[in-house]
Every structure is written in C-alpha cells, then in structure tokens.
C-alpha cells in the first residue's frame, strides 16, 4: 500500500467535490477528479451532460489511467483521488490496495432529489451505492476495512470528522481543511460547469437549501433498495 494516495470513493451529489477542495487545499496534497469518468461514459455509453467534451479531454483506457495515477509522487507529496464507485464497478479492484481508502455516503433520498435535476430517471446504478456497499465488503474480506464518512454527520462537525478521519488515513489533520476560496479550481474536471454550481459559490462545508427538496414521487420505488444500502454503510460512519 501506498501511504501517500489517499483515494475517496463516493457516489454523486454526496459533498464529494467540497471534500476534494478540502483536501486539496492542504499544502501537502494534490487532488485528482473522477479520473475514471471518461471510461465510464465511454464504456456504458450512458447520457450526461458534456458527454463527448469529457470523453474527448481524458484517458479511457483503464490501464493507462492507472499507469498515469499511481506514477511515483514527490518526496512527503499526498494524491487525493475524488473516484465515483459506479465508475469502477467492472474494474479490478486490486488497484484499491494501492492506496488508502474511505467511503463517502450521503442519504439516497437527498442523492436521488438532487441528481434527478440533471440526470433524469436514474437508477440504483447511477448514484454508485451498491457498488459503495460492494467495495466496503470486499476491502473488509481482504482486512482493509475502509472509514466511511456521511455527509450529514460531516456537516454537523467538520473538525471533529475530518481530524477523526486523518487519524485513521494516518496523516495529521490541517485546518486548511475547513476553509477555501469559492471559485473554480485548478483540479476540477472539464463537467465542472455542469455540476460544480454550489460548490464553486461556497467557502466551506454547508448545508445547501435544495438538501431539503422531496424526493420525486417516482423514485420512492429507486430509493428503498438503494437506502437499505445507505442504513448499512451509515452503521459505520465516523461520529462527530
């Protein structure tokens, strides 16, 4: 394992973007955004928006991702890799071993009323959290038992959650972490403009009004399975 890559695994619409600026606004670390995501439109030939302009602008050979992601770091330098879990799903997961791992969730209800905005009609495999619960299994078997962060308990305290999540990345905590300039920055991918609305206005970890938006009538049926994997993940996150 590399003790310098740190690779979160999340699902979309889960405050994963407000954690790689987290992240990424220590002055030890550079972050990575969704280097699987080309691969993933390609290979699925599924419909977002940028689809082409996304495909077009990044590796989607998996190997060469991976070859051009784990290139040897400079000396005390952390890689934070911001991945979706639905982009990987048909992947080796071995590359998970090379790095240190957690899992970010957030309740399906909320990921479903907001992704439903730009996505329309999705589906358990859209929002990545089977494949979250999946992961968290086979790393548990294999004795890698991630840490699982909940956006809901990381708003309530994002000191306490993050200092508890640094200790068990094994790196120390920074308060750069709480704070950052709104504003786009250097590691977002080019599909920024489609999604990064919020978070690009925001300076920190906050609650955005639409949190408390319903979920469609529609996607009750969606949200019962995909919550059963929520509630099971929730079990162990980290408390503020």
């Known amino acids: 394992m590399n003790n310098n890559i740190i690779h979160m695994i999340s699902g979309p619409r889960n405050l994963s973007t407000a954690l790689m600026y987290s992240f990424g606004n220590r002055l030890d670390t550079r ?32 190997n ?23 982009h990987i799903k048909d992947l080796s997961w071995d590359l998970l071993f090379n790095c240190k791992c957690f899992l970010l969730i957030r309740d399906t209800r909320k990921i479903l009323s907001s992704f439903s905005k730009v996505i329309s009609n999705p589906t358990i ?8 619960w999946k992961i968290f299994q086979y790393l548990e078997a294999k004795g890698q038992r991630p840490s699982v962060v909940d956006s809901s308990l990381l708003l309530k305290n994002p000191e306490s959650v993050l200092m508890q999540l640094c200790e068990n990345l094994h790196i120390p905590f920074s308060s750069r972490m709480l704070k950052w300039k709104p504003g786009p920055r250097i590691e977002d991918g080019v599909w920024a403009k489609y999604w990064y609305k919020n978070t690009h206005a925001s300076s920190g970890f906050s609650l955005q009004k639409s949190s408390n938006d319903p979920i469609p009538e529609e996607l009750k049926i969606v949200n019962e399975e995909a919550y059963f994997y929520y509630q099971k993940l929730l079990a162990h ?3 503020p």
Do not use: W
Not at 39 to 62: F, N, Q, S
Not at 64 to 86: D, T, V
Not at 125 to 132: K, M, V, Y
């Open 31 to 62: 972050s990575v955004d969704e280097p699987y995501y080309g691969y993933y439109l390609k290979c699925y030939d599924v419909e977002h928006p940028g689809r082409k302009e996304i495909i077009d602008a990044m590796l989607t050979d998996p």
């Open 125 to 132: 495999d859209d929002i990545g959290i089977l494949d979250e």
């Open 64 to 86: 060469q991702i991976y070859e051009q992601l784990f290139s040897p770091l400079k000396n005390g330098q952390i890689l934070f890799i911001k991945n979706m879990a639905h």
């Open 237 to 239: 996150a980290i408390k």
